[in-house]
Structures are given as C-alpha cells and as structure tokens.
C-alpha cells in the first residue's frame, strides 16, 4: 500500500493517544522551549506547534480562548507564557520557529532537540 495521501503518522496509537501525546509534547516545548525527541515525533509536532505561535502572536480573548480550546483549560502557565513571552518574540517573523537540532557523537546521533529560536 501506498502512502500518497496520507496527512499524519499514527505511532501505534489510537486518535485519542496522539491527540493526547501531542499537547502534552507542545506543552513541554512551551514551558522548557526544547524537548529531546525523535524526528518523526518533532516533525508532527511542529505541525500542532506553530500554529499556536502564529495564534500567540496578537494577544486578546480571542486568541486566549483558542489556545485554551487547543491545549485545555488546566494549562494556563502554558497558555501565559505563550501569549506574554513566546508570541512578542516571534511577532516579526513569518514562520518556521521551530529548529530541529542533532547531537552528534563520533559519527552517530545521539539525540534530537526540537527547540524554539
């Protein structure tokens, strides 16, 4: 089979698991601004995160009851950060906030940062 046509990795989980997984992986990038990972998960990832910043970059009760509605109601520390550092920031650029970085040792990968910049 195939896979043309095909707009998300599943990871072995059912739809709940990786709605589930991927909040808590933008949280944590929210809150520590790198996470370690892998790259399949990153990149999905990033597919959920920049939105959000893209949304965090006008700070009103709109945007704050979107992002409320997209990472939930008990992540508020999450949701200030976004709209009070995270968004100003990025304010100015177009896109693409989120870098993915390799740790390399002697010719072998050993882990992959998706950071903010």
């Given at each position: 089979m195939s896979?043309?046509?095909k707009l998300t990795r599943k990871f072995g989980r059912d739809?709940?698991?990786r709605k589930a997984l991927?909040?808590?992986l933008s949280v944590?990038?929210?809150?520590?601004e790198c996470v370690v990972t892998t790259l399949t998960k990153a990149k999905e990832v990033r597919r959920h995160l920049e939105p959000l910043i893209?949304?965090?970059k006008t700070n009103n009760l709109h945007t704050r009851r979107?992002?409320?509605k997209k990472l939930g109601n008990h992540q508020k520390n999450a949701i200030e950060k976004l709209l009070n550092d995270i968004g100003p920031r990025f304010a100015n650029r177009p896109g693409g906030t989120c870098v993915f970085l390799n740790v390399v040792h002697?010719?072998?990968i050993l882990h992959r940062w998706?950071?903010?910049f």
């Open positions: 896979s043309h046509r739809s709940s698991h991927f909040k808590n944590s990038i929210i809150e520590h893209t949304l965090a979107q992002l409320i002697e010719q072998a998706l950071m903010l």
